[in-house]
């Protein structure tokens, strides 16, 4: 209590003073609330669209604004994308109003601009179902960074109060954030669509689906209304699918090419951008020639677009079109449209040309499955070496000729054959196919079947038929394609089975849970992911072999607990899938995952103790029909994690916990965009060297990454991860360039002047745009000569045609390519011929069969034959035992790696080794 | 078109009767009776929770046939100078047709997802109205606020119907039991729902509030909140802020709330400062675990004063209300007044003085209104949700 007295008018001085103060702090208060209340929403969880919703709600709360709208700017006009207090139904959303008086104002200045009272004129400011409101005061403000374009945040009140000029930095600042919070969070929907969309093509094989999938998804990530995609053959397209159908060109009928939306963009792999209007001229991207009532007539509303088309007739609204490339021209084209004009802008452009790279990729995909299936060609180059036999045959299809090279190759004298019938001598399955061949010879190219030869044994024979006109006798030109035949059977088993197992591999699994999948009905297929517990454990302590013997005993014990319908895979490392037919309901996928849990429970006798071993099961159940194999093996995977953390040798089902799994991923995909930034990526190096002198000839460089919580991840966990995001092509650059910088360095160490170096190179790096200046100039720029450098490329993206054009570009430059993981994919030999490769890598699955597997030796010695043909040295990768590196040595392989000689190596124990100029035996 | 309007008929009636039947009929045929034989427009049914809802409705319907009837349950009504407390009766308002075009509507599921409830409430109520079509048109909602969060349903509404719209309503009572509140449509009661009437007329509508607190604290800011619990403000516990503020109370503004929420100092409110320098008023309480809590959630760093009241200035602003309310409007019929069960609290033995004084201030014009737990009048911007306030629509 004061105890001072004041004068009445000192008191009521003091009472103003008083009121004014807290007034003031009102004010304050209420100012300070505002950006905060704007801000809280900015910051709280949300899709785009809620984000502008509930941070219009708070502006209309917080400015007591009768209107809180977001508008864009089409083509001369104004629509509302979004409104707190805008009916609706109204027409601003849909039609718009002309673009002028303070929103043109504003979008011209990058400045808010507010009017009030007789400064507001009803007829522009605002669109015309407004005006019965009779708004006092309005303020436009651009909405995202200063001058970002075409979008503005609007505000009108009813009392003419007005909107003072000290708010307008504050509602620019809000409005600014607003823009860049809306794009965030795009940007971070688009990227976990991009996620899940690259994953569902990857799973596809057939091109309908393929294009069907596409259409699909595009819509989804670029927020279209409409989508489709037309291949190109030569100066024509065709339209292979469209998420509409009415009025649009069937597949079978051409568009010329020049006639497709933006073909002069596509046509050099540019994506193209675009407003289109009713007599279906292409506009600029700005949609600047757009003015007019032409756009704005009757025919922009309530028509449909599926009475448009994409050849650039009757189209209108917003386009965008990503080519899909090959050989440096499209090969397909991507549609995506909106309806209501809405531009493409950058980030649906980024999304967009992802995305049709991964189209791309799953086309090339597709093409490779097909032409692993109808591959006539594939081997030829072995039998090319083997000596023809010829034999003549008449009308009754009996010998009355047969070369002497029968008696070397069949092991029956030729005069022995005279008189006899051809079928008499071919197995009894593949007579009529050889009978149907010697009755319409002309009708057959050439038939393969078995023979009966001298050795009384069946070998495998090909023959060419050809008619006599003469005569009526038949020639035959045959050949033993037992080795052959023989080889592609392993080859295609192992490109289907594990070596070690020989139980299914991922790829056979995929194809049955697909064809499974596929089958209709309402049937329901389990699928279970077992991973060993402490594997590694067991490897570390008792080494490789006896690891490899576990495994081999656990799939034997994993053969006792499924029934002859199901599929048993292994999918590499401690990885085992089981594939259920026809199972009833979750529960019997859990007594199956119990069954392989108790199965694996008595001890493994290895090198000579006994070893305890647990397995964790992750079980899922999906549809016939209705699940995807993708989602499915992605949920088992997740659910086997859960029971891996619910503590090992247990059984768990797919739930939303295991999904948490899944996240897990994302979450490394996203780490992994950092990783390079954060340091947290190394490059070690493994010699590689020539096998008789164990002298060092390079080092292949071959990339880490330590995850600051996870600690390491495996290559080939985070490899497919990088080239799924495209980190890989910042990531393989950055190797590159250290590893040619590390090369340098070496190459200044006395006698090491023409040391060189290996780098692996991703099928995603090479279709980058300028990818063989871009690789070039890491190189030279990092001080490394270009000749002592060695890029490998796999299989598989060598057969791509793009890849070609890098190579064949780089060659030129000196830089020398390599094969890698030969033997693993296609095995295509004929592009071999076609690339300036000089090194064949030999997978290191083929070296760890030698010298005790037939099988293997047999595809190393041919590899090695083929490769001496071609001219190409061969590097075996994988030497781990000295029979090894002595069976490959009497191959006559020359070069080679592995940890024999040396694991991969840090740099400074890299430069120790070369000091210490060759690797004894360990 | 503003003079050309006719005089809306009107007629309310009112019974205390124990029988939910008998209680309805009467209060139904008086009311109906009041109307002169009008052809009758819409029923406005206010009642107790006392009474077999069901069977209250279905008497009233017995009289008045199939005309819309909209309702809600409550914790006190008034009409025409008449107050009734909690607990004891029903009063029914019948509204005569072709003056104003009324389309009534219900909507459930409050509680799971209130702007979308409001979305479809405010649809329902323009379509039954037969579209958007009169020049001017406002909303009349009635909704179990115990169910979800009122100014979502009311931002649901917004997104619908625009800012020319007003609305004007108030969240059913329950006799101060706290056990449940509803709305009715037709000859249904019901919880976890809103019932609205679109008003189209030839003439502007206007919602107006009023209230009577004052300002008692400088401002502070709401630093944290946790759905209904307030937990900081001004970066302190909210509980301890609000404790001190009611110490300092002043003898005759502090009454603790009658019945469920003992901790309930009705004398004291939030007052969140609106763009204007106005109070939008907002109810809080001290549970039993020590925590302060409101009836609706407060928004984050939002800006506040602690807002208190005597009985006169209660008094006077609801007479400042009926000023506002009938200012510039020709030929009104009635005020359709919703009025704050907090209000009741403050006034105490003074509590039919209200009815009293609003009856006379609005002169030849009848009253009607219902005490509420939360009042609506939405009028600038999307904010519409009040406590402890009192608001109006006169037609």
Redesign the interface.
Known sequence: MSTTAHPPDEAARLREELVAAIAATSDAYRQTSRLIRVLTVLGRPSSPAELVDQTLVVLSQIYAADVAATVRAIGGRLQVTSACGIPEDDPAYTEGWPLAGGAAEALTSARAVARTGAGLDLAVDLPPSMVPLAPGSAVWVPVGEAGAGDELLVMYRVSAGGFPPGDLPVLGSVAARLGLAVEARQRSAAVENLATFGHRLSSRLDLPSIFDEAVKLLPLLVDADEAGIVRIDGEVAYLCASTGTAGLPSPDQPIAVADLVGWAALRSGDIHAGQYQQLGQAGQPDGSDLHGSDLHGSDLHGSDLHGSDLHGSVLHGSVLGVPIMRDGSPNAVLYALRRDHRPFRRDAVESASIFGNYVGAAITNAELYLALGGSESKLRLITDSISDLIAVVDAGGRFVYASPSHDRELAIPPDGLLGTAVTDLVHPADRPAVTAALVRPSGTAKVEYRMRSGRNVWVWVESALRLAPEDGTLVLSSRVIDERRRLEDELRRRATHDPLTELANRALTAERLDLALARGGDGQIGLLFCDLDKFKEVNDRLGHEAGDDLLIQVADRLRTCVRPADLLARFGGDEFVILLDAVDDLDAVTEIGDRVVRALDAPFWLSGELVEISVSVGGVLGACGESQASAMLRDADAAMYAAKNAGRGRVRVFDEDASQHSLGRLELRSDLAQALARDELTIHYQPIVELATRRILGFEALCRWTHPRRGPIPPDEFIPLAEETGAIVGIGEWVLGQACHRLAEWQRLPGNGHLRISVNLSPVQLQQPEAAARTLDVITSAGADPRDVWLEITEHSSIRQDVTDFVTALRGAGVHFALDDFGMAYSNLSHLKRLPVEILKIDKSFVAGLPAKDTDRGIVRAVLAIADSLGLTVVAEGIETEEQHAELLALNCGQGQGYLFSRPVAPAEATELLRARSLLPA | MVDVMQRLPVGSGFSSLDDATAAGAEAARAALGALGGAEPGLVIVYGSIRYDLTALLAAVRGVTGATPLVGASTSGQFADGTYVPAGTAVSVMVLGAGVYRFGASVVTGVGADALAAG?ELARGAMDAAGG?TT?HSALMVLADGMAGDMQSLL?GI???????VPVVGGAAGDDRTFSGSYVFFGDQAMRDAAVAVWIGSERPLRVVSGHGWK?KT????VTRVNGMEVEEIDGRPAAAVFTEVISQRTSGEARNFEGAYDGWDTGHSFGL?????TQLIRGAFVGEDGALRTFVPL?????V?FVSADQDDLLNASEEVVDDALRDVSAPAVMLMFSCIARIDLLAVRAGEEAARLHKAAGQVATFGFYTYGEFARS????GYHNATLTAIAL
Not at chain 2, 158 to 164: I, L, S
Not at chain 2, 299 to 303: N, Q
């Open positions: 979305r958007d020049p931002t917004y997104r619908v119907t625009g800012a020319r300002p400088l401002p502070m800011l400062i609106e763009p204007d320098g928004p984050e760093y939002c800006a004063q600038t911007g999307v904010a």
